[in-house]
């Protein structure tokens, strides 16, 4: 059986503990998947809607060299293949990373084209005319050389630096991907001139951590919808204090956003119309546990389904 995207785009961010894992059903039935981990609870997932042994991943980018964000993505690639691999570039700056550098020697046996980002790329998946404002396409923001240089230069580099910024854009339909990006590399999305524009849907920078969620940055892209992907019990503890804090104030607005956990919420699907219209689910279920694509919860406006202030008070200092 096919997946089908019943002519809709679709946006899955799935709860993975602290990590990502974005699958993208595009309204031709492409499947691009953006970071991935836990497989084998990815694999039950694509099953579920659809996906067999016959169908191949459209196209893999993975933001950033960090293992909560491409550990799955090998067993998926012997799995099912793919047509296509997007990477954050390497430099001579990042020290050897054998899981990262193994996905790279698999897609090279397996002769699968890869990229290496550096800059601006624009993908359109649906094979739709490049100016065709109806089609869906989708912008990666990756560091530039200069500003690998320029970070290395004041000793402030690491690798959250090299994460890719993906945009999804259809219609009037916008949704930022941020990946693990820090305060620096919002400062280049903007240089950029791509905070010009407010989005509708934003998967909130490296787990809702000071770092990379800023309320002056969030606030500025105006998103209707907030998904902060990770686990508060984890090791690295994130969303951290200022983090929630600034999910709190932010839920807080006169407009009533969606600010979710899925840690709180489980996994989260966004599916979207051709007029724009969007509708978010929630699957309600734990990082560990397997999706159930027929339980879901809709999730409305003026809902706190994370309880924010609750979590921004257990994060104080005792």
């Known amino acids: 059986m096919a997946v089908n995207s019943n002519g809709k785009l679709i946006i899955y961010c799935l709860n993975v503990g602290q990590g990502d894992t974005t699958i993208i059903i595009t309204p031709n039935n492409r499947v691009i998947i953006i970071d991935a981990v836990k497989a084998k609870k990815v694999v039950n997932f694509l099953e579920?809607?659809?996906?067999?042994?016959?169908?191949?991943?459209?196209?893999?980018?993975?933001?950033?060299?960090?293992?909560?964000?491409?550990?799955?993505?090998?067993?998926?690639?012997?799995?099912?293949?793919?047509?296509?691999?997007?990477?954050?570039?390497?430099?001579?700056?990042?020290?050897?990373?054998?899981?990262?550098?193994?996905?790279?020697?698999?897609?090279?046996?397996?002769?699968?084209?890869?990229?290496?980002?550096?800059?601006?790329?624009?993908?359109?998946?649906?094979?739709?005319?490049?100016?065709?404002?109806?089609?869906?396409?989708?912008?990666?923001?990756?560091?530039?050389?200069?500003?690998?240089?320029?970070?290395?230069?004041?000793?402030?580099?690491?690798?959250?630096?090299?994460?890719?910024?993906?945009?999804?854009?259809?219609?009037?339909?916008?949704?930022?991907?941020?990946?693990?990006?820090?305060?620096?590399?919002?400062?280049?999305?903007?240089?950029?001139?791509?905070?010009?524009?407010?989005?509708?849907?934003?998967?909130?920078?490296?787990h809702g951590s000071a770092n990379g969620t800023q309320f002056e940055r969030i606030d500025r892209l105006n998103p209707r919808v907030v998904i902060v992907s990770s686990d508060p019990t984890g090791k690295d503890e994130l969303p951290d204090l200022i983090g929630c804090a600034t999910m709190l104030r932010y839920h807080k607005k006169s407009s009533d956003p969606i600010v979710a956990l899925t840690h709180y919420t489980g996994s989260i699907k966004i599916e979207v119309n051709n007029k724009g219209s969007r509708k978010v689910f929630s699957y309600g279920e734990t990082a560990k546990a397997n999706i159930n694509i027929n339980q879901f919860t809709e999730l409305k406006r003026s809902t706190d389904p994370t309880k924010w202030k609750d979590l921004s008070l257990s994060k104080l200092p005792t």
């Open 48 to 206: 579920q809607i659809g996906f067999d042994d016959q169908q191949t991943i459209d196209h893999f980018i993975i933001s950033h060299p960090h293992t909560d964000h491409y550990r799955a993505v090998a067993p998926l690639i012997n799995k099912y293949g793919t047509n296509e691999i997007t990477f954050s570039s390497l430099r001579r700056y990042t020290k050897n990373i054998p899981g990262y550098v193994g996905i790279i020697n698999t897609a090279a046996e397996k002769k699968v084209p890869m990229n290496f980002l550096s800059g601006y790329n624009q993908l359109h998946p649906d094979d739709s005319p490049f100016l065709d404002p109806k089609t869906v396409r989708l912008e990666l923001l990756g560091p530039s050389n200069q500003f690998i240089e320029n970070l290395h230069s004041s000793g402030t580099l690491e690798i959250n630096h090299y994460s890719i910024i993906a945009r999804l854009v259809w219609g009037k339909f916008r949704m930022v991907i941020a990946g693990d990006a820090q305060m620096e590399n919002w400062a280049h999305f903007d240089r950029e001139k791509m905070l010009e524009e407010t989005c509708t849907v934003l998967r909130s920078a490296h």
